[in-house]
């Protein structure tokens, strides 16, 4: 084998290794420039959009039983799944990225409301259901089945388990460590001093920005657009900006409320398990910066890449590829 494919489609010949623009693309998105794939991950915008539309379409139903077929992915013992039954949905939210059902007063044993804090991680997703789950289907986690038939259910994708709940009892929420850690939201953005106040560490703006204990709901597909809207390098020091970048950086994060207002218009009821994201830049290395026209560069880690335009965001540097290099040490 003279190459090496990469999980998201890439591929590498050992020729090119460690030059990032030498990557030849064969993403199967590469015409559109939206990415229906489960490798994007939800972020802010992507659950945003979730819970509003699983709020409009499923508040004031009445559970009728609830159970979790992923036993390690409900992590909470007391109260009861079973405290769900006979309870109206009071509505859905988000903390971060983090959905979170309310459930009202009704249920036996158990007064006061309850809340279901959902982590997704990086493949689950929470959707309603006309008709009930076969309790064969390996991808559901949580379950709550509803008086009119239908179900909200938490499903994952891939092989692993990593999506999680809790169900908490009223103002336990902000005391679940996840939740009290979490920075701002990152949209509708902080004040511009919040942000300069939060940026100003000896840390790369992209791992940063993608730290919830930083700034929360941005990942690794809304971390590239907002440094490509702000024309920042993924590797700054957000001490090192000066007060014009941590500005524009400030300005960018409006990307996160335009992708909401895109997922408004084109999104019904039912939003998809493979969502279209509007990324213009992310995961598009090899192709024209839709800007400038500069040829779009990643750069590869274990898990992630970070894609960019060299002649906008690193001074016309094209940045070593640090997995590679680690690699060949
Ligand atoms: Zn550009």
Redesign the pocket.
């Known amino acids: 084998m003279t190459g090496e494919s990469l999980a998201n489609g890439t591929s590498l010949t050992r020729r090119n290794r460690g030059f990032a623009p030498l990557l030849r693309v064969r993403s199967p998105c590469a015409a559109a420039r939206l990415v229906p794939t489960l490798q994007c991950v939800p972020e802010l915008p992507e659950v945003e959009i979730t819970t509003r539309r699983l709020g409009a379409s499923l508040e004031g139903i009445e559970v009728e039983s609830a159970l979790a077929p992923g036993m390690v992915a409900l992590r909470s013992v007391d109260p009861p799944l079973s405290a769900l039954a006979g309870r109206p949905i009071e509505g859905i939210g988000r903390i971060g990225k983090m959905p979170v059902v309310a459930f009202g007063p009704g249920g036996e044993g158990e007064d006061g409301r309850l809340d279901l804090l959902i982590h997704l991680m990086s493949a689950g997703r929470l959707q309603v259901y006309d008709k009930r789950a076969s309790l064969r289907d390996r991808r559901s986690r949580v379950l709550i089945r509803l008086a009119d038939g239908r179900e909200l259910r938490l499903r994952e994708f891939g092989t692993k388990q990593r999506a999680w709940a809790k169900l908490l009892r009223d103002g336990q929420v902000q005391d679940e460590e996840m939740v009290a850690t979490l920075g701002p939201e990152a949209w509708p953005a902080p004040d511009l001093e919040t942000l300069a106040r939060i940026v100003d560490q000896p840390r790369h703006l992209h791992p940063m920005l993608r730290d919830q204990r930083a700034i929360a709901g941005i990942g690794r597909s809304w971390v590239d657009e907002i440094l490509?809207e702000a024309?920042l390098s993924p590797f700054k020091r957000g001490s090192d900006l000066e007060p014009e970048e941590v500005e524009r950086l400030h300005d960018a994060l409006h990307v996160l409320g335009d992708a909401l207002d895109h997922y408004e218009e084109a999104i019904d009821e039912r939003v998809p398990d493979k969502l279209p994201m509007p990324l213009h830049v992310h995961k598009r290395q090899g192709e024209?910066?839709?800007?400038?026209?500069?040829t779009?560069a990643a750069v590869h880690f274990a898990e992630h890449v970070t894609t960019y335009?060299?002649?906008?965001?690193t001074g016309g540097r094209v940045l070593k590829d640090r997995r590679l290099s680690r690699l060949l040490k």
Do not use: A, K, N, V
């Open positions: 490509w024309r024209p910066c839709p800007r400038c026209g500069t779009l335009c060299p002649d906008e965001q």
